[in-house]
């Protein structure tokens, strides 16, 4: 009996892995998003994709994931179920970086080449408004309510605080040199943006919008200049980030309270962005030197796989 | 059509460009009223070039220029963000009276800050006028070890690079190698003994040996007339045979006389590198790591062509006054000048590492890549190459060393 009852679980383990997710990488330089099984960490497919894919995003549904094709000069959708370009959307020219409404009607696109914000009503599959903003914008971040898109340019080094209905810039925020990522604490109370040659990551309200704690990166044996971060995500509870630090082929573990780093993770080189597993138990990394994705453990905060994936990997997003 | 309605056009064509150059932003979005521009003034020598060795890279006639103009853009869409406003002059003058001229000119008209192409001779006449005193002046595009050194001037920042750090890099790369041996080939100029000498100074500090040197003599003629190739072959085979052996040829030749008919034609098969070949260099087409893709494809969309290394300089420069107008929140430019000489300055040249003013000698710290027409081969210092403040002072002369007593 007992040994029926654990064959059966073992079954249904089977039937069921632990990992039934989905992890797509962007490959740069070899114009292809790589498609890897989250239970078995093999590649299943390699997708040919536009020119240049560089960051990617899972709607809100979960059903597709949208690829900038930064020298194709648009969006293009790929069906997670599938594996299939389904089709296209405008992007402006160059988009590098977006970020979704909650409600996934919108998209918010940096145009990397025409400093400016384009908001792309998915529906209609049409650019509805173009918001100027400085030299290189990258970074773009969603509040979790909606209402406030924030830019990063890297030119510029500023982080811009966008209405999304009015359409306007509201707030500057000049941040150390070449900021790169902007992402929100869940609780939408701060604003994390990355500056990659200054390595700090500015810590800035987003209400007074005023900078409450630069963060900087010390990792022993490196010289100060080597930690450039990159990619900040939280934990949906709030209560770890992750810093990916580029060139110091480490992520950073950092108590949002106190803003101390806890913990420097090795992972593969040039670590430039992440993405959790749905469940959060893991992150990715996409390690663009080295042409690999990192596994962390995120409970026991350690690298645990790196699986090889195709030539430059840009952007990580994982689908269940 | 009328004159009158011909101007209204033009004027309305005009209003209508300003719009769409200038976005509008929230009365929020702009925190101050807008100051006066900061004045730069872009003085540079109108060179008579000669035609390069190779016709397939002829010199642009508007080399340096563009690079202000391009930071100049840069600038301008970030200072519409905090009220400050940027205008650039552009003096291109014949000769050194025409450079003093143009330089005090300009000071009376209020401007304190200069970007320069100019020969050492002639920016160390303009930086020593007495009304130079209280201006600084961004050398964009001079070489010259000795205006890092003994000819340093308090007044002249440089965001060339120097040929002491040009020939530390490739020293760098060839102690990677392990390369230990030069025969180091001199072309006849004054410019190219002054390289030859860097790469002297620089081995001996790398303990590398030069175990020829060759002085290029030969004037080939026509050699782009049928069989000319053959008198060129046969010269560059001649002049590196019996040479005691030599992991790399050196080639002294800033102005593109020769340096590209060594490769492939020395008579012991070795690689050619210096100011042909593989070239320690600023900028270079090559280059795309950093996000310096985007500044060579904004270069290219707003010029027509790439960008060269004394284009790079002079967008150093401009941008430098940026950074420095927009980090110490000032449009002085007596503030900008002090500002950029201090220890919150840093400026960001796509180049994965914050650049800042070495205060012995003016000279902006920054890494130096080494490439070829297709390929970035390197980018020195070389990982290893340690230093008690800072990996870039590993590259040209540090302080210890500084011949500089401003």
Known sequence: ?320 | MSDLVAIMKLLGLFALGALVATPSFGPSAFAQTPSPPIEIDYLGLKVERTLPLSYLDQPPADEGVQGARVAMADNQTTGQFLGQTYHLTEDIVPDAAGAVDAFKKRIAAGTKLFVTDLPAPILLQVADLPEAKDVTVLDATAHDDALRAESCRKNVLHTAISRAMQADALMQYMMTKKWGKIALIIGGDPADKLYADAVRNSARKFRIKIVKEIPWTFDPGSRRTDTGHYAVEAEVARITQDVDDYDLAVVADEADNFGDELPYRTTEPRPVAGTQGMVPAAWARPFEQWGATQLQSRFLKATGRWMTDNDYGAWLAVRAVGEAATRGSTTDPAKIGEFMRGKDFDVAGFKGTKLTFRDWDGQLRQPVLLADARSLVSVSPQPGFLHQFSELDTLGVDRPETKCHM
């Open chain 1, 1 to 320: 009996m007992m040994l029926k009852l654990l064959s059966a679980v073992a079954l249904i383990a089977l039937a069921e892995p632990a990992f039934a997710e989905k992890i797509f990488v962007s490959n740069e330089k070899d114009n292809t998003v790589t498609v890897v099984d989250g239970d078995s960490l093999k590649i299943v497919e390699t997708v040919k994709v536009g020119q240049r894919p560089r960051a990617i995003l899972l709607s809100t549904d979960g059903k597709s994931l949208y690829i900038c094709a930064s020298d194709s000069d648009e969006l293009q959708v790929l069906d997670v179920a599938t594996l299939k370009i389904t089709g296209t959307l405008p992007s402006g020219a160059d988009p590098e970086r977006f970020d979704t409404s909650p409600d996934g009607k919108m998209l918010y696109i940096a145009n990397e080449n025409d400093n400016k914000v384009s908001f792309l009503d998915v529906a209609a599959k049409k650019i509805v408004a173009e918001v100027p903003v400085g030299i290189e914008p990258e970074g773009v971040a969603v509040s979790p309510d909606g209402k406030i898109v924030v830019d990063t340019t890297e030119t510029t080094s500023m982080a811009h605080f966008i209405d999304t209905e009015a359409k306007k810039v509201v707030a500057n925020v000049l941040v150390d040199s070449r900021p790169r990522v902007a992402a929100w604490t869940p609780d939408g109370a701060q604003v994390w943006t990355s500056s990659e040659v200054g390595g700090t990551v500015a810590v800035i309200d987003s209400k007074t919008h005023a900078i409450v704690k630069k963060i900087g990166f010390e990792i022993p044996g490196l010289t100060s200049g080597k930690a450039q971060p990159v990619d900040i995500k939280f934990t949906k509870d709030g209560k770890t980030a992750f810093v990916a630090l580029g060139p110091a082929n480490r992520v950073a573990v950092i108590d949002p309270k106190s803003f101390e780093v806890q913990k420097y993770i090795l992972v593969g080189q040039r670590v430039w962005n992440m993405g959790f597993s749905p469940d959060q138990k893991r992150l990715y990394t996409a390690n663009g030197v080295s042409n690999d994705i990192t596994v962390i453990d995120v409970a026991e905060q350690k690298a645990v796989k790196s699986v090889p994936v195709g030539r430059s990997p840009w952007g990580v997003v994982a689908a269940p």
